[in-house]
């Protein structure tokens, strides 16, 4: 994850061959919101292998920017976006509206504002950084990505819900970092009942965050002296 805070505008396109983005403008994003960065687009071009039929249910959990959900609504899907932030509720909408794309965005935490639904796609770019911070925090820009010590405190949450989330054959596409533990995630989701799998990674370079936290994640045996890159991967599950 390279948590640039500046602002960074991509195109709102559903199919992304590589991870650079080009520089005409497409997502805006307003101060303080987690703008699309490396793990945003590596999702968005594992959407783009998905089937989304025309009325299917998406969800985004932790929309930020709202490019997922746009894109998503651009393949046909009935989309519903979710995020903490209220900057980032706007941003979405703000988004969403630009695209002129029908994206319901709630403020809440995860599935809160919608409970008991369910969904053909789940989609998630959820905090995952690992913090020497402890639990993590309740406002600010680092809740875009701080995630407790080990990075899991809301993918553990995400893993636990995907089940009851999906429908028959639905699936859940989530982003993060190898340093958040891949096989934990993978052995969480299959213990679910889910099948799961990592369906795309990509080698990127340390941004500002873990550049800061290098010694720490070194020490805690995360990440060795000769590391100079980070793995983000996707997962993705899928309900028999």
Same mark, same amino acid.
């Given at each position: ?20 983005a080009p520089?005409?403008p ?14 945003t ?33 651009? &393949? !046909? +899907?009935?989309?519903? %976006? $979710? ?10 909408? /703000?988004?969403? =509206? @630009? ?79 190898e340093?958040?533990?891949t ?7 299959? &213990? !679910? +009942?889910?099948?799961? %799998? $990592?369906?795309?990674?990509a ?6 965050? /873990?550049?800061? =936290? @290098? ?14 890159k ?5 997962i ?5």
């Amino acid at each position: 994850m390279t948590h640039d805070p500046r602002v960074l505008e991509v195109p709102v396109s559903a199919a992304l061959p590589t991870l650079t983005a080009p520089g005409r403008p497409g997502v805006r994003t307003l101060p303080g919101v987690y703008a699309p960065q490396h793990d945003t687009l590596l999702l968005l071009r594992a959407l783009a292998r998905e089937t989304v039929r025309p009325g299917s249910d998406v969800i985004d959990l932790g929309t930020g920017s709202g490019l997922l959900a746009v894109a998503a609504a651009r &393949r !046909g +899907g009935r989309v519903t %976006a $979710v995020d903490v932030g209220r900057r980032a509720v706007l941003t979405a909408r /703000l988004n969403a =509206r @630009l695209a002129r794309q029908p994206v319901t965005v709630h403020r809440g935490d995860l599935v809160g504002p919608v409970p008991g639904r369910t969904y053909d796609l789940v989609l998630s770019n959820p905090p995952y950084v690992p913090s020497p911070l402890g639990p993590p925090p309740r406002r600010g820009n680092a809740r875009a990505w701080d995630a407790g010590h080990d990075g899991r405190a809301v993918v553990d949450r995400i893993c636990d819900a995907a089940p009851q989330l999906l429908r028959r054959s639905g699936v859940l596409l989530m982003v993060h970092s190898e340093l958040t533990g891949t096989e934990e995630t993978l052995r969480r989701l299959s &213990r !679910g +009942g889910l099948k799961a %799998a $990592v369906s795309d990674a990509a080698d990127v370079p340390f941004g500002p965050v /873990l550049l800061s =936290r @290098l010694s720490w994640l070194r020490g805690r045996g995360l990440l060795d002296e000769h590391t100079d890159k980070e793995r983000l991967v996707v997962i993705r599950a899928e309900q028999p």
